[in-house]
């Protein structure tokens, strides 16, 4: 085989796994993906026994302990509808009343939402936001 | 002060645009004096932002709250170590500390370049203003650190207590470090395109600012991954977070960059893709800072702010679109000088490597947009988490370590097979012998860990010979003895020997995962004094509650520790003892309570482990503070303390903390074992050691002579010829 | 203090201006241009680099001495090239090689990057 012929068959293989790669990437991507859902879209939209990842805040007063189980309520961050969600799991140092959170949840056959164990992440607080116009000021 | 920063950083945006048009204008004028000019100015920007830092620097020490960014993240009662380097834990002032050392390493490379590369500098000195400029923009228009507020508070907020940590306060500079670092190759590579002067020698020059790139990122994506498992309460030390794998991607490529850059330093080939690899590895950096600040992807690091989005995004699509351009336009000058001799040398393998280290990168990029992807394609939000990226990422990384192994064992340009099979005996042997010792010792499941430990034994053994043998070929020469051999050895070929050692440390990091993400195992369950759990083989028994009132046993300032003494077995023979707690910090809020708010803020978990060459043994407690006894006695203090009296709030507070100890409620525990986890940091370190030896320069002394005579004697033996 | 902050501040600008300002005032020239000759040395080494790591491959066993041979006398051959062209270069720049001693030597046994 000649040299050029050579470097041709190479490159058909190399294109040709990359293409494959790519291909099993997305599909796998699209198939494995949970859905990113605010509360008011989870209640609209949630199928029983499907995953879905809810971001939201963690609505003031709603967070209790009953045992192993974190209960909590997560609201829209613009307010307004909240869900409630039962999490067995380690909870993030950061998590409190007010944080943005998000967490993976199934939810159950009765309606509720229960948070998958361990998936629950807080967004460390916003020390990357803008102030408020009141407090900017040039000396 | 403020007006001295603020005016700093308008200077420095005007010396940026004087440099740009100075630069652009001498070099279409071919005026070599304007272009000096231009890159004193950079010269005066590093000055500029150094006095601008200091300013910031001072403000912090002096706890001079009247700085907003000051009053924001830092306060009086914060540790001296923390408020010096609470200067980049605002957005604000990470801008300020990015421009700054993007000055610093400009200045270097272009004083370097003094009398040099005189066609491409200019237009390096214009791309590295432009990024300045950038930069400060962004301070001067959306995020100024020298921001005051009048009055100024009595007191600062303080450091966020997940920050008041060590490595996660070195984490930030030796990350930025490594991303300004990445903006000179990609300066120097789209300046030698618009030369259209694509020799080797703008690669050679930026060749050590490649590599200390890469190191600086590799020291950065390290100490988050150990801040992440030693001082995080989940016990590992990577999650595939947006942000993790930000910073991920730029080091990758230029893993790729560092080792076909040599196929075109001797061969002249690979051009078109290096200067590719340059360009992606500049804008992936640009990318991993983009990322923190925007808020498009939800991540534990994306900050709800989105005002820096939108500039961000236009420096990226000017960046891909001109980088684009560029690399079509001259491909024609990018024209290989040699082909590949055979797919069977070095080179090839070296390629192979490339292939592998940028179809991670695209791996690790897809599942990390993947949210704006299915957005835009479907409509539709959706994220995939850790076990999609393991599910690619485990193979390609074991494809990786195998041709780490595989490469120093060929030779440059044709290999025989012949030597190799006689060259891969050892590695061959090492890998089978690994493998009959796991099953012998009974490790029969997990064969991905299985296989990488086999692979990684491969690539060890290969190294190591190759450290045997040239040992051995140089002591046949000079008769020195072993350390002395081996010492002058790797002396007189750091690039070689450098890149091996890296690779034995890349083989070790990899046991290390594999094992400790494999054969991991967890318990997560309540305990009470007395009681015990089980995991994997220990016991670990809850022996008593611990309580501190403003003696953080931490020293990271939390007003109230409430942990536990822990005592772990295996079988009857004392392993360890263990004492995690919880710090709860000052809020400021006096909404709270007078008492309340003391212990209000953030908690944080102090984790405790017992780590060992074999295993570590990890454990993090969560308290019960919001126990109905513990709450009467904060909501009775509240009533009756005032808030100007926070002496009063801790003597409530240290009653509290001794009814804790009384009558412990029952705490949440999460015990984690896992083995070899040491061996990340130890094979981290030993990557560490192998860049710096590759980055070391010989002396220039030696340089010269070595140069004077090789040059004549070479002639004269040619000539001989 | 706030005299002292504008005395700074006014110091830095004038730094600033007469270290930008330099070259423009002082009519400041640039020596030869030596980038071809740069670029020369670079291919030089390059190649000095290749003929140690070809040596270092047949010392350690991964070249056959048929082969080390071969890839030997290619590498030289391709130094001599280079040279030629930095001889050629330094004739054209003005400049005569410094006498050298009567010294046999290998190729540099020093990473010299």
Wanted: hydrophobic letters at 45%; a positive charge.
């Amino acid at each position: 085989m000649n040299p050029a012929r050579k470097r041709t068959v190479r490159l058909v293989v190399a294109l040709s796994a990359a293409v494959l790669l790519a291909s099993a990437l997305i599909y796998t991507s699209f198939k494995a993906a949970d859905p990113a859902l605010s509360p008011s879209q989870l209640l609209r939209q949630a199928q029983p026994d499907r995953s879905y990842q809810l971001t939201g805040s963690v609505v003031a007063h709603s967070v209790e302990h009953h045992g192993e189980v974190l209960d909590f309520r997560v609201a829209d961050r613009t307010g307004g509808t909240a869900v409630q969600v039962a999490y067995t799991g380690s909870v993030p140092d950061p998590f409190r009343e007010g944080r943005e959170v998000i967490v993976t949840v199934r939810k159950q056959g009765s309606g509720d939402f229960v948070g998958e164990r361990g998936s629950l992440i807080t967004k460390c607080p916003s020390k990357y936001k803008e102030a408020p116009p009141s407090e900017k000021q040039n000396a | 002060m403020a007006v001295l920063g603020r005016s700093c950083l308008l200077l420095g945006l005007v010396v940026c645009a004087y440099g740009i048009g100075a630069s652009l204008y001498g070099a279409r004028t071919t005026q070599p004096q304007w272009v000096e000019s231009a890159r004193r100015s950079v010269y005066a920007l590093a000055l500029i932002l150094t006095v601008a830092i200091a300013v910031l620097e001072i403000a912090f020490l002096r706890n001079d709250f009247v700085f907003n960014t000051v009053a924001d993240t830092s306060s009086r009662t914060t540790p001296t170590f923390y408020r010096a380097a609470a200067v980049w834990a605002s957005q604000e002032g990470s801008l300020l500390l990015w421009a700054w050392l993007l000055s610093l390493w400009s200045s270097l490379v272009l004083f370097l370049t003094r009398r040099r590369l005189r066609e491409v500098v200019p237009y390096a000195i214009a791309i590295l203003l432009g990024f300045g400029s950038f930069f400060i923009s962004l301070m001067v228009f959306y995020a100024n650190p020298f921001q005051t507020t009048t009055p100024a508070p009595a007191e600062g907020v303080g450091l966020d207590p997940l920050l008041r940590f060590p490595t996660m306060m070195i984490h930030p500079p030796m990350l930025y470090s490594g991303y300004t670092l990445c903006m000179i190759p990609l300066a120097f590579g789209i300046g030698a395109l618009i030369a259209r002067r694509v020799d080797a020698e703008w690669i050679r020059v930026i060749r050590r600012f490649s590599l200390a790139a890469w190191l600086f990122l590799g020291i950065g994506i390290l100490l988050g991954a150990r801040w992440s498992y030693s001082e995080l309460g989940w016990g590992g030390y990577w999650g595939w977070d947006p942000v993790e794998n930000a910073s991920l991607m730029p080091w990758l490529t230029g893993t790729a960059f560092l080792h076909s850059l040599m196929i075109q330093e001797k061969r002249g080939m690979l051009k078109v893709w290096n200067v590719s690899l340059v360009l992606a590895t500049g804008t992936l950096a640009i990318m991993g800072t983009f990322l923190v600040r925007s808020g498009i992807l939800s991540s534990i690091h994306a900050f709800g702010g989105a005002t820096l989005g939108v500039p961000f995004v236009c420096l990226i699509g000017a960046l891909i679109g001109g980088s684009i351009y560029l690399v079509v336009s001259r491909r024609e000058m990018l024209r290989s000088e040699h082909r590949l001799d055979s797919l069977f040398s070095r080179e090839s393998f070296f390629m192979a490597n490339n292939l592998v280290l940028v179809a991670l990168c695209f791996v690790i990029f897809w599942g990390t947009y993947f949210p704006l992807i299915s957005e835009a394609l479907t409509g539709q939000e959706a994220s995939v988490g850790p076990p999609w990226f393991d599910r690619y990422t485990v193979p390609l990384a074991l494809v990786l370590v195998l041709l780490s192994g595989i490469g120093p064992v060929i030779a440059w340009r044709r290999a025989t097979f012949a030597n190799a099979r006689r060259n891969f005996v050892v590695p061959i042997g090492a890998a089978l012998v690994t493998l009959t010792a796991l099953l012998a010792v009974g490790i029969t499941q997990k064969p991905l860990a299985i296989t990488m430990f086999c692979c990684a034994a491969f690539a060890l053994a290969s190294v190591g010979q190759e450290f045997f043998r040239g040992v051995r070929a140089r002591r046949a020469m000079t008769h020195d003895a072993p350390p002395i051999a081996l010492l002058a050895l790797v002396r007189r070929n750091r690039r070689r020997y450098g890149g091996y050692v890296v690779h034995m440390g890349m083989a070790v990091l990899f046991i290390g995962v594999a094992a400790s993400s494999s054969f991991r195992h967890q318990t997560e369950l309540g305990l009470s004094p007395g009681q015990s759990a089980k995991v994997g083989p220990y016991t670990i028994r809850y022996v008593r509650p611990t309580a501190h009132v403003v003696n953080d046993p931490a020293h990271t300032g939390s007003t109230l520790n409430l942990g536990a003494v822990l005592n772990v077995t295996k079988g009857s023979r004392h392993v360890a003892t263990l004492h995690p707690s919880q710090g709860y910090y000052d809020s400021s809020d006096p909404t709270q309570g007078s008492v309340g708010h003391l212990i209000g803020g953030q908690a944080v978990s102090h984790i405790s482990m017992s780590a060992g060459v074999t295993r570590d043994i990890w454990s993090a407690i969560e308290p019960d503070i919001s126990a109905p006894p513990l709450q009467k006695i904060i909501n009775a203090a509240n009533k009756t303390i005032p808030l100007v009296r926070p002496d009063e709030g801790l003597l409530a507070l240290a009653y509290m903390a001794g009814a804790y100890l009384r009558h412990p409620p029952p705490a949440q525990f999460n015990f984690i074992d896992s083995p070899l986890v040491m061996w990340i940091w130890i094979g981290g370190l030993i990557v560490l050691a192998g860049g710096l030896i590759v980055l070391w320069p010989a002396p220039s002394t030696v340089r010269g002579r070595v140069r004077a005579l090789a040059r004549v004697g070479l002639a004269r033996r040619l000539a001989r010829a | 203090m706030s005299v002292w902050i504008a005395i700074v501040t006014v110091l830095l600008l004038a730094v600033v201006v007469l270290l930008i300002s330099a070259p423009l005032r002082t009519g400041w020239k640039t020596g030869p241009d030596t980038d071809r000759r740069a670029e020369l040395e670079a291919a030089r080494e390059g190649k000095y680099r290749e003929i140690r790591d070809a040596e270092l491959d047949f010392r350690t066993g991964k070249l056959s001495r048929e082969d080390h041979q071969t890839i030997d006398a290619e590498l030289r051959a391709e130094a001599l090239e280079i040279l030629d062209r930095l001889q050629a270069n330094d004739a054209s720049m003005g400049e005569s090689e410094a006498s050298a001693p009567n010294v046999e030597a290998s190729p540099p046994q020093t990473d010299t990057d």
